[in-house]
């Protein structure tokens, strides 16, 4: 699947670490998996295919689910769900400001906060996917690329502010979040930009009892990946049982990926890009590929 980085899908999107496809091999210490398993997880170097991946990472697909449908959920959902229960613990009844909630991730947190019975505002950055996130039942849709969302916020809940925040924006979008944030609100920061360029923000916000979570699935994901396997686990129950509803995904073949990037970056996608692998013509085209006599190769892994 192909993703983006959290608050900065405008800008940089990334090559996705997720995959689904049938196990090729299993090395003689896994258990729990056997050649021919259909499986989805997350792994690097996920867009080719064959891959090598730890088996701590990996989970069966869901029967019935599509190879293209299972590729685009493992981040997404994960993510959400580690945000919105674990860190957050979103309770029936409270109220949710989603970022960017037309990306994978954010759209994936929209159906956790629904199946949860909250109350949902939600940012984006163009007019037409604020018009999807209205076509799905989000009664409070805001205009992400400015701080005006926060206004409207503590407007429309008297005052208030809302009990939790996924955020993915950053710098004046991030301290405005903060702002719209309730008394012992909950603040999830899935952005890196500030925590990485050590930005400095003022603590009056926590004055009102804050609590901060700084998220990264990624590090969760190396360096402790039975805490990510299990959390995948949970997201597989929740769809097998029908509470979820698995992300709509747009499938793509090998040779449009360069203008699928470009359209990325100008953030006119929506949800999750999935990338589909091993048709003939593109197979057909690796296998005439000729070694030249004359040419130095460097070969990693032998």
Not at 21 to 48: I, K, W, Y
Not at 163 to 185: P, T
Not at 192 to 200: C, G, P, V
Not at 252 to 260: K, L, M, Q, S, W
Request: glycine letters at 12%; aromatic letters at 8%; a neutral charge.
């Amino acid at each position: 699947a192909l993703g983006e980085y959290p608050g900065q899908a405008d800008r940089y999107p990334v090559l996705g670490r997720e995959f689904a496809g049938r196990v090729t091999a299993v090395h003689p210490n896994v258990t729990g998996f056997q050649v021919g398993d259909e499986v989805m997880g997350c792994a690097d170097g996920s867009l080719a295919t064959h891959i090598i991946a730890p088996a701590d990472i990996v989970v069966h697909k869901p029967r019935g689910m599509t190879w293209e449908t299972a590729a685009g959920q493992a981040v997404s959902f994960s993510t959400a769900c580690y945000a919105l229960l674990s860190l957050a613990r979103l309770a029936p009844g409270e109220s949710v400001l989603i970022h960017s909630a037309a990306t994978g991730t954010g759209l994936a947190a929209l159906e956790i906060a629904q199946w949860v019975g909250a109350e949902v505002w939600a940012t984006a950055g163009t007019e037409m996917k604020r018009e999807y996130l209205r076509q799905r039942g989000v009664r409070h849709v805001m205009d992400s690329r400015g701080t005006g969302f926060a206004r409207q916020v503590l407007d429309e809940t008297g005052g208030r502010g809302v009990d939790v925040v996924l955020n993915s924006l950053g710098g004046e979008g991030m301290r405005a979040s903060l702002e719209s944030a309730a008394r012992f609100g909950r603040f999830v920061e899935l952005g890196k930009r500030d925590l990485w360029m050590q930005d400095k923000m003022s603590t009056e916000p926590f004055r009102k009892g804050l609590s901060y979570y700084a998220l990264d699935l990624l590090s969760l994901i190396a360096e402790r990946p039975r805490e990510f396997r299990r959390l995948l686990e949970t997201v597989i129950g929740y769809f097998e049982a029908g509470d979820w509803r698995p992300l709509e995904v747009e499938a793509i073949a090998t040779e449009g990926v360069r203008d699928t990037f470009h359209r990325m970056a100008q953030g006119r996608h929506q949800g999750k890009v999935v990338v589909r692998l091993g048709d003939r013509k593109h197979a057909k085209i690796c296998r005439g590929r000729k070694i030249e006599p004359h040419v130095a190769y460097l070969i990693t892994g032998g």
